[in-house]
C-alpha cells in the first residue's frame, strides 16, 4: 500500500462529503485528495478541499462524462461516492472496474445492483467499504470471523420521528411530522424512509450484498438510543457489537483509512452515559416498509432498483403533500409487485428496471390525485 492514497469525493459539498474533507483537515491522514465532484453547487465546490485538485460540476453532460473516465482511468486508490440517489450508481461501477477501493455512502448503488457490484469488486480485487453506520458497524465486527461463521447479524434502528405515534394516526402524519428525527441530522429523504422504515428495508437488501447473508439471516431492532450501531451473531453463540454516538464522522474516518486505523480526534461516548441501552422488536403493523426489504432481498435480481425508485418518487410526492404518509409504503409494494422482471445481466437492465418502477409510481400517484 503506499504511503499516501489518492483519494477521490464524490458529492464533495453534501453532508458527507463536507464531514469528510473537514475529518481530513482536522488529522494527519495519509490520503491526498485529487478530485471533488458536485451536481450543482459551483462555488462550494471551488472552495473545498485543496486547491489542487480537480473538480467535476456534474449537472453539465459533458463535464459528467469527464468524471467517469476520470473515474475509469483509476489515477487514484480510493474514492468516497457520497452522491445522492441512483445517480451515484454509474460512478461506483466505474471505480470498482478500475480495480480501485469504494467507500460507499451512497446506498442506493447496492441496493440497486449488489449483485453485480459485489461481483465486479472481487474480479477487480478491489473494496467496497460501507459508510452506513450499520453497515460499518458489521463490518468492523466481521475481523473476527468470516461469513461463514455468521449466524444471524441485527441492523439496529431509531424507528424514526413516528416511532411512538400510534399506528392509527399515521394516515395524518404531516411532512413536518415525519422529518422531525429524534437522534440524526440528515437529509429530507433519508429521515422519511427512516420514519417509515424503508431505509432499514434498504439497509437489508445492502447486507445481503455485502456480507453474502440469505435474508432470513439478516434481523431488525428497534435501538432507540442509536449507540449500538449493529451486531454480529456467530455460529457459536458469541456476539460482537460496534458502539458509537450517532455521528457520522466514525464511519467515514473508517472507511477512508481501511484497512488501516488511523489516529483522530474524533471522541467516542462515555459508557457511563448510556448505561441503559435497549432493544425491541420492531412493529411490522406500524413499519409495513420492512417487510419489502426482506421480500427484495429474497427476489434479487431488478427487485431492489424497483423499490429504491418507488421510494423516491413516492417519498418526493409526499414531501410535497399529494399523497398521505402510509401511501408511500404502499406504492413501493404496488411497484415491487408489477415492475419487478427478475434477472439482471448489466447496469443498462437496472437503469431499464428503476425507470419502468418511476413511471409506474408516477402514474400511480397521478391515479390517486384524480381519484
Known amino acids: 500500500m503506499p504511503a499516501t492514497r489518492r483519494l477521490v469525493i464524490l458529492g464533495a459539498t453534501g453532508t458527507v462529503g463536507v464531514q469528510a474533507l473537514e475529518i481530513l483537515a482536522s488529522s494527519a491522514s495519509p490520503l491526498e485528495v485529487v478530485a471533488l465532484s458536485a451536481h450543482s453547487r459551483a462555488t462550494e465546490l471551488a472552495a473545498a478541499g485543496p486547491a489542487k485538485a480537480q473538480r467535476f460540476l ?21 474514492c468516497l461516492n457520497a452522491v445522492v440517489g441512483a445517480a451515484g450508481l454509474p460512478y461506483t461501477e466505474a471505480a470498482l472496474s478500475a480495480g480501485c477501493d469504494v467507500a460507499l455512502a451512497n446506498k442506493e448503488s447496492l441496493v440497486l445492483a449488489g449483485g453485480l457490484l459485489t461481483e465486479l469488486a472481487a474480479q477487480q480485487g478491489a473494496n467496497i467499504v460501507p459508510v452506513d453506520s450499520e453497515h460499518s458497524a458489521i463490518h ?8 461463514k461463521d455468521i449466524r444471524q447479524i441485527f441492523l439496529t434502528a431509531s424507528g424514526g420521528a413516528l416511532r411512538d405515534l400510534p399506528s392509527s394516526k399515521l394516515a395524518a402524519v404531516t ?16 429521515t422519511i424512509d427512516s420514519a417509515t422504515m424503508m431505509n432499514k428495508a434498504f439497509e437489508v437488501i445492502e447486507a445481503r450484498w455485502l456480507f453474502d447473508l440469505a435474508d432470513h439471516e439478516i434481523k431488525v431492532l428497534i435501538h432507540r438510543q442509536s449507540i449500538v450501531h449493529s451486531m454480529v451473531e456467530f455460529i457459536d453463540g458469541s456476539m460482537l457489537a460496534q458502539l458509537g454516538p450517532p455521528d457520522m464522522s466514525f464511519p467515514i474516518h473508517y472507511a477512508l483509512h481501511f484497512p488501516q486505523r488511523k489516529a483522530s480526534p474524533l471522541q467516542g461516548f462515555d459508557p457511563v452515559l448510556f448505561s441503559n441501552l435497549t432493544f425491541e422488536e420492531p412493529d411490522l403493523e ?9 421480500r427484495a432481498a429474497k427476489l434479487g435480481g431488478d427487485a431492489g432498483a424497483v423499490l429504491n425508485a418507488a421510494d423516491e418518487i413516492a417519498v418526493e410526492a409526499f414531501l410535497q403533500e399529494r399523497i398521505s404518509f402510509p401511501d408511500i409504503t404502499r406504492l413501493c409494494a404496488a411497484a415491487l409487485e408489477s415492475c419487478c422482471k427478475g434477472f439482471v445481466a448489466d447496469i443498462a437492465d437496472v437503469l431499464e428496471a428503476d425507470a419502468r418502477s418511476r413511471a409506474f409510481v408516477t402514474a400511480e400517484i397521478s391515479n390517486l390525485s384524480h381519484s
Open 58 to 78: 456534474t449537472s453539465d453532460s459533458d463535464q459528467d462524462s469527464d468524471l467517469l473516465r476520470f473515474l475509469r482511468e483509476g489515477a487514484y486508490e480510493i
Open 175 to 190: 411532512p413536518a411530522q415525519a422529518l422531525a428525527h429524534p437522534n440524526w441530522d440528515m437529509g429530507p429523504r433519508i
Open 140 to 147: 468492523q465486527c466481521l475481523p473476527g470471523g468470516k461469513p
Open 286 to 294: 406500524h413499519y409495513p416498509a420492512l417487510a419489502l426489504g426482506w
